[in-house]
Nanobody, 114 residues
Framework: QVQLVESGGGLVQSGGSLRLSCAASGIIVTIYTMGWYRQAPGKQRELVAHIFSGDSAEYRDSVKGRFTISRNNAKNTVYLQMNNLQPEDTAAYYC????????WGQGTQVTVSS
């Protein structure tokens, strides 16, 4: 049974940083392309960043240069380092495969105050 558990969100001021974690079970994160998604209130869920099995990564234009996705193979965990956070980054953040097929986790809320 696949389970993805996100953590690390919180309330930060504009310009602050957070590091999100996604602990995976029932799936080996190095085999699949893994991504971080976010959903703001009233908006559709969007892909923010994803990392391929070969460790190259791609980012949404709005987060390029600010967010970094990475993996810890030993911990079977995917991370999202978020720097210089802006109010428009406020959303619930989720991890999943790309394309998505695993059950969604509960997500972790990121709130950025101006």
């Amino acid at each position: 049974q696949v389970q993805l558990v996100e953590s690390g969100g919180g309330l930060v001021q504009s310009g602050g940083s957070l590091r999100l974690s996604c602990a995976a079970s029932g799936i080996i994160v190095t085999i699949y392309t893994m991504g971080w998604y976010r959903q703001a209130p009233g908006k559709q869920r969007e892909l923010v960043a994803h990392i391929f099995s070969g460790d190259s990564a791609e980012y949404r234009d709005s987060v390029k240069g600010r967010f970094t996705i990475s993996r810890n193979n030993a911990k079977n965990t995917v991370y999202l380092q978020m720097n210089n956070l802006q109010p428009e980054d406020t959303a619930a953040y989720y991890c999943n495969t790309v394309p998505t097929w695993a059950p969604w986790g509960q997500g972790t809320q990121v709130t950025v105050s101006s």
